[in-house]
């Protein structure tokens, strides 16, 4: 039996945290024997961002290589590759797409929206657009993403829809892509308000691997106002350390809500879990270049068909 197709992608902001841990790594690992995965380090997207990244990525590129390895993605199992590796494939993939795609298609997405600038750079508009290409280009049953994706896989899955209605032609069809959610999608930032802001660099509230101010970080976060001693009833719900226990694997609600523990007791547990997390990921020695050159091998190959017979029946036929 032919085993499913899975894809995820991360951008090379920064360091590798707990948020993309648990939004999607984890859920990646426990795939690897059944699936045939794929992980792209989504660099082209960043610069679309913010140029003046460019001198920096290529490094923040490989550590996260090497993290991702560490925190338990086999390069023998997943196939890790960079998007500018596939610089060409990429953008030619982008221009198919965009030729489908409306202004209104990009700025209804919930995450264009929020972010979007009076003037906004042609590059920030079509990284929805590059991204379905993304996903174009390994055609994958599923991609595992955090929810506030969810709108960029629907649209990639509309703009498939056009594509392949325009070619009339089922030898190599863009896939209809099912997005896959991990248990523990939204890791909420630690000690931030609302609880419900997601973990990330930009926001300032990540938990990193290994993080070298742990203990600062924990001890210091917000937990509940209306929790005003270790005794009285608290709101978990509300609570981000909370929330974050409970992707650790303890989940401290019930002893909150009663007032049989207390904050301090909590963020201490919270703090041993994860010491011990970050004690499981192994150091071993790797090489990052090696690993995405393999990986750009192997997705070249899968690459080269469709980009090939869609120049064809875009031009020619
Ligand atoms: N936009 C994703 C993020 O910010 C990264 C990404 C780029 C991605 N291309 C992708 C995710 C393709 C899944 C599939 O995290």
């Not at 082209?44 to 140029?51: E, H, N, S, W």
């Not at 390994?138 to 929810?147: A, S, Y």
């Not at 899968?302 to 031009?315: E, G, I, M, N, P």
């Amino acid at each position: 039996m032919t085993k499913k197709i899975v894809l995820a992608g991360i951008r090379p902001t920064g360091q590798l945290h707990y948020g993309h841990y648990y939004g999607f790594l984890e859920k990646l690992i426990s795939l690897q024997d059944s699936h045939d995965c794929y992980l792209l380090i989504a660099d082209m997207q960043v610069l679309g961002d913010k140029i003046e990244k460019h001198n920096s990525l290529n490094q923040l590129s490989l550590n996260l290589v090497q993290q991702m390895v560490h925190a338990g993605v086999n390069p023998a199992k997943t196939v890790i590759y960079k998007q500018s590796d596939l610089f060409y494939e990429t953008l030619e993939l982008t221009y198919y797409l965009s030729l489908f795609t409306n202004y209104n298609n990009i700025t209804h997405i919930p995450s264009v929206k929020e972010a979007l600038p009076d003037n906004p750079s042609l590059s920030f508009l079509t990284y929805p657009v590059s991204q379905a290409a993304d996903i174009a280009l390994i055609r994958p049953d599923q991609v595992l993403v955090g929810n506030d994706q969810l709108p960029l896989i629907e649209l990639a899955n509309k703009l498939f829809a056009r594509f392949n209605s325009l070619l009339q032609d089922p030898t190599l069809t863009l896939p209809d892509t099912t997005p896959v959610l991990s248990d523990t999608a939204k890791i909420p930032g630690i000690g931030t308000m609302p609880s419900s802001a997601k973990m990330s660099k930009s926001l300032n509230n990540a938990l990193y691997i290994n993080d070298i101010e742990l203990d600062n970080k924990i001890k210091s976060a917000y937990t509940d106002a209306l929790k005003l001693t270790a005794k009285t009833p608290g709101h978990p719900d509300q609570c981000t350390i909370a929330q974050i226990s409970k992707a650790f694997g303890s989940d401290p609600s019930d002893s909150c809500s009663t007032g049989a523990l207390g904050c301090k007791d909590c963020k201490a547990s919270l703090l041993s879990l994860i010491k011990a997390k970050d004690q499981s990921f192994s150091s071993a020695d790797i090489n990052p270049e090696k690993i995405l050159a393999h990986g750009v091998f192997h997705v070249r190959e899968r690459a080269k068909d469709l980009t090939l017979f869609l120049k064809h029946k875009v031009f020619v036929s």
